[in-house]
């Protein structure tokens, strides 16, 4: 006994001295909690009605919204859109481009929706202006990238796109930022223009799907798990038996709860995106919860920076508030580490990091957001985090035991519901 001890990594403790490892329930007790919540988010799916549109709303005309597109939709749109400058410059008129503004008082929250949405605001972008005339030439130059990619029928990464013309673009956030406006003058989402980012986020756990046609067993890809595809399209026939979806903004917690099977104990798909999420991982998100009608359960770190990812996984991103009918996950519900937890769960000071100016700075900033006023527990957990001055990552819980996350922590988040 004495040698096992010894033997015992540094860093981690007795089972049994695991701080609030006393109070969890039987595995099987926590088990059919979770299956209620899982029959509860079933029902809410299949009893729902259709979604609710910024027409229904009517919204419409005030707010803009794109659409997926075959190529030959693409295609088409962009032709037309070259026979309108084509006609322009014949009459005298010069050549300008009507852009969409993607600007931050261009963003409407709406409620009902419960996400962000890009109003009707344009801006013109004249080739016979100093000011606009290089970025018209990069606007010009994507399209006419693109539509060699819908004539071609395939696919390129954003990095393909800037190697193209490194001269003119000079910058990748240039061009990338040039993709977007792309979009929203065409009126189709970016996955329409064939153009991807790199492979980034990862996903392991209870599901089975077709990727390209080769059907892919989560449970069988190792502590890495499988990497989410760029391109949508090539995903299908998803299938599990998990009863909810954790959603983890982190590489390093969820790949503690991949090599310790956590999927196994409790069944659930395990999805991350590496931190800042990532079209892919925002559509792949969205496809599991629309088809498989599971929970989705956020673990992320205790700062400001842990909600706004949560916030853009939810509600979408300003930047691309255009598209987020399709980028935006509804009833995302915060399992942890919320500011609450460091004191409940008596998190030692050591581990807790002091909040810097401008974290506490995007903490006041989120809590005059709309979709953050309108969650009460999340306003109180902001204005608890932003009091304390206080944040820290989930690997604090690793002060425990390298293991806490996985057998302490999460099952007993689950045996008292404790999400927002």
Same mark, same amino acid.
């Given at each position: 006994?004495?040698?096992?001890?010894?033997?015992?990594?540094?860093?981690?403790?007795?089972?049994?001295?695991?701080?609030?490892? $006393?109070? @969890?329930?039987?595995?099987?007790?926590?088990?059919?909690?979770?299956?209620?919540?899982?029959?509860?988010?079933?029902?809410?799916?299949?009893?729902?009605?259709?979604?609710?549109?910024?027409?229904?709303?009517?919204?419409?005309? /005030?707010?803009?919204?794109?659409?997926?597109?075959?190529?030959?939709?693409?295609?088409?749109?962009?032709?037309?859109?070259?026979?309108?400058?084509?006609? $322009?410059?014949?009459?005298?008129?010069?050549?300008?481009?009507?852009?969409?503004?993607?600007?931050?008082?261009?963003?409407?929250?709406?409620?009902?929706?419960?996400?962000?949405?890009?109003?009707?605001?344009?801006?013109?972008?004249? =080739?016979?202006?100093?000011?606009?005339?290089?970025?018209?030439?990069?606007?010009?130059?994507?399209?006419?990238? *693109? =539509?060699?990619?819908?004539?071609?029928?395939?696919?390129?990464?954003?990095?393909?796109?800037?190697?193209? !013309?490194?001269?003119?673009?000079?910058?990748?956030?240039?061009?990338? /930022?040039?993709?977007?406006?792309?979009?929203?003058?065409?009126?189709?989402?970016?996955?329409?223009?064939?153009?991807?980012?790199?492979?980034?986020?990862?996903?392991?756990?209870?599901?089975?799907?077709?990727?390209?046609?080769?059907?892919?067993?989560?449970?069988?890809?190792?502590?890495?798990?499988?990497?989410?595809? %760029?391109?949508?399209?090539?995903?299908?026939?998803?299938?599990?038996?998990?009863?909810? *979806?954790? @959603?983890?903004?982190?590489?390093?917690? =969820?790949?503690?709860?991949?090599?310790?099977?956590?999927?196994?104990?409790?069944?659930?798909? *395990?999805?991350?995106?590496?931190?800042?999420?990532?079209?892919?991982?925002?559509?792949?998100?969205?496809?599991?919860?629309?088809?498989?009608?599971?929970?989705?359960?956020?673990?992320?770190?205790?700062?400001?920076?842990?909600?706004?990812?949560?916030?853009?996984?939810?509600?979408?991103?300003?930047?691309?508030?255009? !598209?987020?009918?399709?980028?935006?996950? %509804?009833?995302?519900?915060?399992?942890?580490?919320?500011?609450?937890?460091?004191?409940?769960?008596? *998190?030692?000071?050591?581990?807790?990091? %002091?909040?810097?100016?401008? !974290?506490?700075?995007?903490?006041?900033?989120?809590?005059?957001?709309?979709?953050?006023?309108?969650?009460?527990?999340?306003?109180?957990?902001?204005?608890?985090?932003?009091?304390?001055?206080?944040?820290?990552?989930?690997?604090?819980?690793?002060?425990?035991?390298?293991?806490?996350?996985?057998?302490? =922590?999460?099952?007993?988040? @689950?045996?008292?519901? !404790?999400? @927002?």
């Amino acid at each position: 006994m004495a040698d096992q001890k010894k033997r015992r990594r540094v860093g981690e403790k007795e089972p049994e001295t695991l701080p609030f490892k $006393s109070k @969890l329930k039987p595995d099987s007790a926590i088990l059919q909690i979770v299956k209620k919540l899982a029959e509860q988010e079933a029902a809410a799916s299949t009893s729902t009605a259709k979604p609710l549109t910024l027409a229904d709303l009517k919204l419409a005309q /005030a707010c803009r919204e794109v659409s997926d597109l075959p190529l030959s939709s693409v295609q088409s749109r962009i032709e037309e859109l070259v026979l309108s400058i084509t006609h $322009s410059i014949m009459s005298e008129n010069g050549f300008s481009l009507t852009v969409p503004s993607r600007s931050a008082a261009n963003q409407l929250y709406v409620p009902e929706l419960d996400r962000i949405v890009l109003k009707d605001k344009t801006s013109i972008r004249p =080739y016979a202006n100093v000011s606009t005339v290089r970025k018209t030439a990069i606007t010009t130059r994507i399209m006419q990238l *693109i =539509y060699q990619l819908c004539l071609k029928n395939i696919h390129v990464t954003k990095r393909d796109l800037f190697y193209t !013309d490194v001269k003119l673009f000079q910058d990748q956030t240039q061009s990338d /930022a040039v993709l977007d406006d792309v979009s929203c003058i065409l009126g189709c989402t970016r996955s329409s223009l064939n153009v991807v980012a790199a492979e980034k986020g990862v996903v392991v756990g209870r599901l089975m799907f077709s990727d390209n046609g080769d059907m892919i067993d989560c449970t069988k890809m190792g502590m890495g798990g499988k990497a989410i595809p %760029p391109n949508i399209d090539r995903v299908g026939d998803m299938s599990s038996d998990a009863l909810f *979806i954790l @959603l983890v903004e982190k590489d390093a917690a =969820y790949m503690r709860l991949a090599e310790d099977r956590f999927y196994n104990r409790f069944p659930c798909i *395990i999805v991350t995106a590496k931190g800042q999420p990532d079209v892919a991982t925002r559509l792949f998100l969205r496809k599991m919860k629309m088809e498989l009608k599971l929970p989705v359960l956020a673990l992320v770190d205790s700062d400001p920076y842990g909600l706004k990812i949560l916030s853009v996984y939810g509600c979408g991103s300003k930047n691309m508030s255009y !598209d987020s009918s399709n980028l935006t996950t %509804p009833d995302i519900k915060w399992l942890g580490i919320r500011p609450s937890d460091l004191d409940k769960y008596k *998190i030692p000071e050591q581990c807790r990091l %002091p909040m810097t100016e401008q !974290d506490i700075k995007t903490g006041k900033d989120l809590l005059e957001e709309d979709f953050v006023k309108k969650n009460p527990g999340w306003v109180e957990e902001l204005n608890l985090m932003v009091k304390s001055k206080q944040k820290a990552e989930i690997q604090a819980l690793s002060s425990f035991g390298f293991q806490y996350l996985s057998e302490v =922590y999460l099952p007993l988040k @689950l045996q008292q519901q !404790d999400w @927002l």
